[in-house]
């Protein structure tokens, strides 16, 4: 998959862009550094040709693909200019390459990454050996913090390009997903959003092995962290020593792009309604605004009549983890004179706790319940995108279903892969028969944020 538009340079009639994850995810049936996935691939924009490429994940397992968009820049090395462009990715790097041959500006280093959990097996995710590590800083934190409840959904923790198995391992999710990047030529900075969000990872080995080809397959699951913390970053990157010159750290989800200016202001939005004007050399606020929703697009500036506005949409939700729904465009100028309106809702700065105990022929209702209040007769009911309701207390043997009201794929997949109800599509029931006394945390594996959590009693 390709998830940007490609970048283009008319001179050297090339143009770049990034690319995505390999399909299947597992790695165990896709041998080798699977080129070109989560790679940077330049063409000759006329013909098609292949020119050069830079793979930034081999054999790529972590969901580390690379969505944002590549950005062409001028830049001078050791004295000497070069035509460079980067792109900053989910790994927490930002890849600074010089655009004529794809090699690094900043230096590289081929580095050994922990093996996989059953070396030399038939069944593993045939990890590379060895993953490109740029020389310089990342811009998120890539080891997990510990959590109180670790033990509900890993077994074990690892830093970046951890392999895993059956058993589960904690990682970092994180980098830039989406979001533009700004690069400001005056100071050469590259002003760069970034998410610190740990993830628990494991091979379903129950799921059928079986690939078909255009036939949804899915091995991996991706395990949310109850009660995890969520941070958001804001970073200018200096784009001759890929060096932090400053960064800003806040709670929440990640932010939604930059925009920069020739007067040394840079903006940028946050889920908690700000819109934040800062000094591009240092990293200071020098102005901040309420819009009322979270902020989940990059701002953009404009000139009319010589006044120059900066604009930014508000509302924009990214699949309601931490913000609201809106619908508003707010345009500034030096002049403007209406006044800041109510914060925002307030944002979460952790991964939703499943909770509650709604036992069945209980009232389900509030302000996140579909349709008012209903009567749970053993059905969750599982919408894009969550479970409800999200807590539920049963007896040992009982039969609990969980309905698709949505329009997409989900599941309803135990953390500790104890059972899974596989994929449920719309309009579909899937069931499973609780026989154990526990308590049970599940999260649907295309959507890992939806979590929900079943109690079963004598």
């Not at 959990?117 to 800083?137: L, R």
């Not at 499973?432 to 308590?439: H, L, M």
């Amino acid at each position: 998959t390709v998830w940007q538009a490609p970048a283009i340079d008319p001179e050297l009639g090339m143009m770049y862009f990034s690319t995505g994850n390999a399909s299947p995810w597992e790695g165990s049936l896709r041998p080798g550094d699977n080129l070109f996935t989560a790679s940077i691939v330049a063409l000759d924009y006329k013909t098609g040709k292949y020119r050069w490429h830079f793979q930034q994940v081999r054999h790529e397992l972590w969901d580390y693909d690379m969505p944002n968009p590549p950005v062409l820049f001028d830049q001078t090395y050791n004295g000497t200019p070069r035509k460079g462009m980067y792109e900053c990715g989910k790994t927490g790097w930002c890849y600074f390459l010089d655009r004529t041959n794809g090699e690094s500006l900043t230096g590289m280093e081929l580095r050994p990454i922990p093996p996989d959990p059953q070396p030399g097996a038939s069944a593993n995710q045939k990890a590379s050996p060895v993953q490109p590590f740029p020389v310089g800083d990342a811009y998120i934190n890539q080891c997990p913090d510990p959590l109180p409840e670790f033990t509900l959904v890993a077994d074990k923790a690892g830093c970046m390009f951890t392999s895993y198995w059956d058993v589960p391992v904690l990682l970092r999710r994180g980098g830039t997903n989406f979001s533009p990047t700004s690069y400001h030529p005056p100071t050469g900075y590259v002003l760069v959003n970034g998410y610190e969000q740990p993830s628990a990872y494991a091979v379903n080995l129950s799921a059928p092995r079986e690939f078909e080809p255009g036939k949804n397959y899915q091995r991996i699951v991706s395990l949310a962290t109850p009660d995890a913390p969520i941070n958001a970053t804001f970073t200018a990157m200096d784009s001759r020593t890929n060096k932090i010159v400053w960064q800003r750290r806040i709670p929440g989800e990640q932010n939604y792009g930059w925009v920069s200016t020739a007067t040394n202001l840079a903006f940028a939005g946050q889920i908690d309604g700000n819109l934040v004007a800062y000094d591009v050399a240092k990293g200071d606020v020098l102005w901040k605004f309420q819009v009322g929703w979270g902020i989940a697009a990059p701002p953009m500036t404009y000139e009319i009549d010589g006044v120059q506005y900066v604009a930014v949409a508000a509302g924009g939700n990214r699949g309601g983890v931490t913000t609201t729904d809106g619908d508003a465009v707010w345009a500034f100028a030096l002049d403007g004179t209406l006044d800041e309106v109510a914060p925002a809702p307030a944002i979460q700065s952790k991964l939703p706790a499943p909770g509650g105990n709604t036992r069945l022929g209980q009232e389900v209702g509030g302000p996140t319940a579909a349709g008012g209040t209903w009567i749970f007769d053993g059905t969750v009911r599982t919408f894009d995108y969550r479970f409800e309701p999200v807590g539920v207390q049963i007896s040992v043997g009982t039969t609990l279903s969980w309905g698709n009201e949505g329009a997409v794929i989900h599941t309803a997949t135990d953390m500790r892969q104890a059972w899974d109800t596989g994929e449920i599509r719309a309009g579909e029931v899937k069931s499973i028969t609780f026989d154990t006394i526990g308590v049970y945390t599940y999260n649907c594996v295309p959507h890992p944020w939806m979590i929900g959590r079943v109690t079963v009693t004598e």
